[in-house]
């Protein structure tokens, strides 16, 4: 059995947009996310308004992305992997929506950090000496 680690991310990515096929299939706009520790995706999903209101009536929004959307969607995401640059921990958001029958996408790449992980691979000392510096 193969350990989600032993994954590169662009294939974890991947098996996101696989396992997210059905759902995206009825949406035309939203947010897909993934959240990134240890270079492994963890928690993902989509953030979208299923509900639209136009005259005093709320309506479901209509149709979703077709096949070909999907593919190029997932192009996209997978492209956006070339700009994380030395994280290992974070998250990356994908705001979709279909316009004029093209998908539109806007990635956003976020780089999470710990200040208790800094303190152990940076010895008291060392930043004690840069502040005294200062």
Same mark, same amino acid.
């Given at each position: 059995?193969?350990?989600?680690?032993?994954?590169?991310?662009?294939?974890?990515?991947?098996l @996101?947009f696989?396992?997210?096929? *059905?759902?995206?299939? +009825?949406?035309?706009?939203g947010?897909?996310?993934?959240?990134?520790?240890?270079?492994v995706?963890g928690?993902?999903?989509?953030?979208?308004?299923?509900?639209?209101?136009?005259?005093? @009536?709320?309506?479901?929004?209509?149709?979703?992305?077709?096949? @070909?959307?999907?593919?190029?969607?997932?192009?996209?995401?997978?492209?956006?992997l070339?700009?994380?640059?030395?994280?290992?921990? +974070?998250?990356? #958001? %994908?705001?979709?929506?279909?316009?004029?029958?093209?998908?539109?996408?806007?990635? @956003?790449?976020?780089?999470? %950090?710990?200040?208790?992980?800094?303190?152990?691979? %940076?010895?008291?000392?060392? %930043?004690s *000496?840069?502040? #005294?510096e200062?």
């Amino acid at each position: 059995m193969i350990k989600l680690e032993q994954l590169s991310l662009a294939r974890q990515l991947d098996l @996101v947009f696989k396992e997210l096929e *059905e759902e995206l299939a +009825g949406l035309n706009s939203g947010t897909v996310f993934v959240q990134i520790r240890n270079n492994v995706i963890g928690k993902f999903g989509i953030r979208h308004n299923p509900l639209a209101g136009r005259n005093g @009536v709320i309506a479901p929004a209509e149709g979703g992305l077709n096949p @070909v959307q999907q593919s190029s969607f997932r192009t996209m995401a997978l492209e956006s992997l070339k700009h994380k640059r030395h994280w290992t921990h +974070g998250e990356i #958001s %994908y705001e979709f929506t279909v316009r004029q029958g093209i998908v539109m996408v806007d990635a @956003v790449l976020e780089s999470n %950090y710990n200040m208790a992980n800094m303190m152990i691979r %940076y010895p008291r000392t060392a %930043y004690s *000496e840069a502040a #005294s510096e200062s």
